[in-house]
């Protein structure tokens, strides 16, 4: 027999780690597992991924429980394995849907990643959650370098808490995002025990809105009032992700009207056309492509701030990200290379995406990539709303739902197709007059579709 250690293998382009939402039925310690087998579904910023064993043998130990983060190359399971230890021969490196994965130190045998967005996924199952127990407080810094995942620094970061000061509970040693709130619930008095060793954390306003836990509500009979539900997952991420955008980004938000009339007849005659090819021809194809053309004219609408470097990067493609909700929560599928696809073939890939997303089987790549996003509530568009920026990127269309309203033409009113279009910015990088001019470029592609179809590359 052979104790044979697996470990995560890589999963995306710049995936360092990942969340455990799930392990699958019949995995557990002790327990035979066959080569193929899927073991577990592992939740990162991308994608969520199945990952499956790359040999057969009894498990001996799992590498964490449900709702554990578990690094890239670091101990997934450790199976017993029947026969000699595993050959150092050259084995294909595994595989993830987000990139091609880089070849380890040490050849391993093959293992794969498998991009599966679920509608419903697993972890997700209704559970009572114990409100944490404050961590012990003593006196002085826990660690100089203390360990945390990139969610639970920001975290900190946003309640302007030092991460030296918490005391961790996580495994090896890891700051937890649990941790950093109970020692903000006890902020005042851990910060009394700490001052003759450490200096205290930042005051700042966000200490003074310290996370409050909500009191249950039971029944006459003692029956629960409430349902509670883990935040993990793909919520969890969204979660994380708009915190971020919105604590990070000064946003913006600009809102102006489009005549969509011209629009809207150019539609009716393209349309029977695509339908003969098979593609569904609704307006966002061709409002994708007044995006891209506006972007060629505004490139700093296409750029990204690089927190590590300090640094503007300035996009020479154009991938376009297309929010859409699932029952997951909401996604962002990307056409990529949106600057070189016609209206007709835009409107394919976004049928794909949208199909792939809807059944669960949208890749890790399709996901990544965006330089520039659209969001769209379609009938449920109401007047205007204010969309939270797809950090790191510096601005995002909303579109809203078209109504017919009078609109003046030539000196006369008539009735005109209208919707609004509402862009936020990210104030830090683009001006006000930048962004107003963007958008007007948008307005005038889809005011005057003909034009638009004459700078189409």
Not at 87 to 104: G, I, L, M
Not at 119 to 126: D, F, Q, S
Not at 342 to 369: F, M, N, P
Request: charged share 20%.
């Amino acid at each position: 027999m052979a104790r044979w250690e697996f470990k995560l293998p890589d999963i995306g382009e710049g995936v360092a780690e990942g969340e455990i939402v799930a392990w699958s039925e019949g995995v557990a310690v002790g327990a035979l597992v066959q080569a193929d087998q899927a073991l577990c579904e592992v939740m990162t910023d991308k994608a969520t991924v199945t990952i499956t064993s790359p040999k057969a043998g009894r498990l001996l130990e799992l590498g964490g429980n449900v709702g554990e983060i578990i690094k890239v190359h670091s101990k997934l399971v450790v199976l017993e394995l029947d026969g000699a230890a595993p050959t150092d021969a050259p084995t294909p490196v595994p595989v993830a849907p987000a990139a091609p994965a880089a070849t380890p130190a040490r050849p391993e045998p093959a293992a794969t990643a498998v991009g599966d967005i679920k509608e419903t996924l697993p972890g997700m199952a209704r559970a009572p959650v114990a409100a944490p127990a404050p961590a012990p407080r003593p006196a002085g810094y826990f660690s100089d370098k203390p360990l945390a995942t990139p969610a639970t620094r920001q975290l900190a970061r946003e309640l302007g808490i030092d991460l030296r000061l918490v005391a961790p509970s996580g495994p090896h040693g890891r700051v937890t995002s649990d941790d950093v709130r109970a020692w903000s619930a006890t902020a005042p008095e851990a910060a009394a025990s700490n001052t003759a060793t450490a200096p205290s954390p930042p005051a700042s306003p966000a200490q003074a809105r310290a996370p409050q836990a909500i009191a249950p509500h039971v029944g006459a009979a003692g029956e629960p009032l409430e349902e509670r539900t883990p935040l993990r997952g793909v919520r969890k991420k969204i979660f994380e992700g708009m915190s971020r955008s919105m604590h990070t980004a000064a946003h913006f938000t600009f809102v102006e009207e489009c005549d969509v009339t011209a629009l809207k007849a150019l539609r009716a005659r393209l349309r029977p056309g695509a339908e003969k090819q098979g593609v569904k021809l609704s307006f966002l194809p061709f409002i994708v492509k007044a995006v891209v053309a506006a972007l060629k004219k505004h490139p700093s609408l296409n750029s990204a701030y690089d927190e590590a470097t300090n640094e503007i990067v300035r996009r020479k493609y154009i991938n376009i990200g297309i929010a859409s909700s699932t029952d997951a929560g909401l996604m962002v599928p990307v056409i990529k290379d949106a600057d070189r696809r016609s209206i007709l073939d835009v409107a394919r890939e976004i049928q794909r995406l949208a199909d792939a997303t809807k059944e669960g089987k949208v890749k890790a790549d399709d996901l990544s990539g965006s330089t520039f996003t659209i969001t769209s509530l379609g009938q449920q568009g109401g007047l205007f709303a204010t969309p939270i920026l797809n950090f790191p990127e510096v601005g995002i269309l909303g579109v809203h739902q078209m109504k017919q309203k009078p609109v003046v033409k030539d000196g006369a009113i008539v009735i005109g197709d209208v919707m609004l279009l509402s862009l936020s910015f990210d104030h830090r990088l683009i001006d006000g007059h930048v962004g107003a001019a963007f958008a007007y470029e948008i307005i005038g592609f889809l005011e005057d579709p003909d034009r638009l179809v004459l700078e189409m590359a």
